[in-house]
């Protein structure tokens, strides 16, 4: 896995964390790694199975993701998220109606979650 896979791979995780998702980092954690059938990770988490492929295959660009992701699953889930359940967006109190997105705007957030992974995973 080159650098630049492992940062995009992490980014790709964390952004769905902060925004609230740790169900589909959940989902796309049993499909691939624990290898669940996408029949029982649908109906544990009421995820549609087109949804749990599509966010897994987008991971699996990333040269060494499922090993990456089952490495770094526990520190992925203790991260805290900066939207609330409501829509709001902890550090700039927005409103927000596309939180994967919104997360972006705070990029160095996402940035400092990736470093302190990288540090972990060194
Ligand atoms: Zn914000």
Redesign the pocket.
């Given at each position: 896995m080159t650098a630049s896979d492992l940062e995009a791979a992490l980014a790709y995780l964390i952004v769905k964390v902060l925004a609230g998702n740790k169900n589909k980092i959940l989902a796309i954690y049993e499909y691939l790694v624990l290898d669940k059938s996408i029949r029982e990770v649908k109906e544990k988490y009421g995820f549609s199975k087109s949804q749990i492929k599509g966010w897994s295959y987008r991971l699996m660009r990333y040269r060494g993701a499922k090993k990456l992701l089952a490495k770094t699953i526990n520190d992925l889930l203790e991260i805290e998220p900066?939207?609330t359940k409501d829509n709001i967006?902890?550090?700039?109190?927005?409103q927000?109606s596309d939180p994967e997105r919104?997360?972006l705007?705070?990029k160095f957030i996402v940035n400092r979650h990736i470093q302190k992974i990288l540090e972990k995973l060194k």
């Open positions: 900066i939207i967006c902890k550090i700039c109190k927005a927000i919104h997360v705007k705070h």
